[in-house]
């Protein structure tokens, strides 16, 4: 039981590429999510996933795009990689959309010059 | 004033002693969270609150709904536990979902 993997776990971009940070997991969670941590920032929601075959922008959506693939994976995409979204970037999943615990993925450390 | 408020940001003790971290907060909530990060950056959940306590192993959580007030303690505590300890609260709307995030405790335990 891997529980959320997260691939790859560190990226250099060059500012402009694109990239899509993969995102699956194996507990059959209908909830997933997209965080991004900064130094003093605390994790910020970028999008969630509350079930299958929806998304939604969370707190700075902006930039990133989603896809919820089907029940285990959820990508995250960045069409036009800028310095500002450096980050080390979190998925998380959780059983039922509300009210339950999440579990984390590793991260992901992305670095665009 | 940040919403999630936590204290103490820094904590040093020696091992065995009883830990206790400290989560305010100022919005309305549907739930809080206790996280646990480590050096290595991976993200573990500890604990969903609502209401009440809730206890495992050496960890306890316990939420004054009316104080917004959380506190995690740690007994026995051990140098594994040295860990950045983030407090989140999750508001639910109708049609949105957020989570305020405290800028987290860091805890060292020393053998």
């Known amino acids: 039981n891997a529980g959320v993997t997260q691939t790859p776990k560190f990226q250099v971009l060059k500012t402009g590429q694109s990239m899509t940070l993969q995102c699956a997991q194996d507990m059959n969670h209908n909830s997933m999510y997209w965080y991004r941590q900064d130094p003093g920032m605390g994790l910020r929601l970028i999008y969630y996933s509350a079930s299958e075959g929806t998304t939604d922008k969370g707190e700075v959506p902006n930039g990133y795009n989603v896809s919820r693939l089907n029940k285990r994976e959820f990508s995250l995409r960045l069409e036009s990689a800028a310095p500002s979204q450096t980050s080390v970037y979190f998925c998380?999943?959780?059983?039922?959309?509300?009210?339950?615990?999440?579990?984390f993925g590793q991260g992901t450390r992305l670095t665009v010059v | 004033k940040n919403e999630v408020e936590q204290s103490p940001q820094n904590l040093t003790a020696q091992e065995g002693e009883f830990i206790t971290i400290n989560c305010s907060y100022s919005v309305g909530i549907s739930a809080l969270h206790w996280l646990q990060q480590h050096p290595g950056g991976g993200i573990v959940s500890l604990f969903m609150?609502?209401?009440?306590?809730k206890k495992h192993g050496r960890l306890i959580a316990t939420i004054n709904i009316q104080e917004k007030h959380s506190s995690l303690h740690i007994t026995a505590s051990h140098p594994r536990d040295s860990a950045v300890y983030i407090c989140?609260?999750?508001?639910?709307?109708?049609?949105?979902?957020?989570?305020?995030w405290g800028a987290g405790t860091k805890l060292i335990i020393k053998p």
């Open positions: 609150l609502s209401s009440g306590k």
């Open positions: 998380a999943s959780s059983e039922v959309f509300r009210n339950t615990e999440a579990f």
């Open positions: 989140a609260v999750a508001q639910f709307g109708a049609s949105n979902y957020q989570l305020i």
